[in-house]
């Protein structure tokens, strides 16, 4: 059997294939090892993800946030060996999952517009060139948590208009204090301030809230895909749920830097799982 799972900040998603082709979908929290230990991730996934496959496992291939090289992976891979101590176990990128997800053998750039944000240079095998994302305090441009952070910002400092500040206060009822303690003192600020972008989008009518969204997937383009080499000439695609949900206003944001069709996907797993497949 063969396990393939992409993960992200707030959340992983798993495909268990069996052998005569069956799937099985499984959902278990983020795993990010910037955040993340081996111990920790071998306890949760004892718990939470062997009792849904059994212990028949003899492939895993593992894309996840964070994975930034090999020590990253190490720590996975180790936890899930221990879980799994017959199965060839493969770490890789979130990034090299979107582009093979979304593209395949082919190249393109592959774009995560999630709680966090990447992009990368793909040849339809492996990454060739990106731009680091730096996270959400020095980069992370276009992800839910940066929009969060602004539109917190824009909240508490009276820039957001009347309107939207009472329904923000309604929704959230969050005083300053609270929003400072969760944001500089507490664990996965990145997950606490995305959760404000649904906000966003159920007021999308409004062009505050357009204009915001815009300004904030022009950023992403600037810093990020226009800085690939001649990224005019290969297809683009987008992963995740602020690219899907704001899908209108990333299409004009694509076409204002000279692309005429974008691909977008609300999750890579079932990209991955054609993927795996062809491999078969």
Known sequence: MRLIADSG????????IGNSGQVK????PGI???FR???????ELSQLLLPETGSGIQEIYFYGAGIINAEKGDIIRRALNRIYPEATVETHSDVLGAARALFGNQPGIACILGTGSNVCLYDGEKITGGVSPLGFILGDEG????????????YFKEMMPIRLREEFAKRFNLTREEALNRVYRTEKPNQFLAQFVPFLSENANSAYCQEFVQHNFMEFFERNVSKLPDYTKYPIGFIGSVAFYFSQILNNTASYFGYEEITILKDPIDGLEMYYKTKI
């Open 32 to 34: 990010n090892p910037f």
């Open 25 to 28: 979908n499984i959902k278990t």
């Open 37 to 43: 230990t081996e111990e920790d991730i071998f306890q």
């Open 9 to 16: 900040s707030t959340k992983t998603s798993w495909k268990l």
């Open 143 to 154: 992800s839910g948590a940066v929009m969060g952070r602004k539109l917190l910002g824009d």
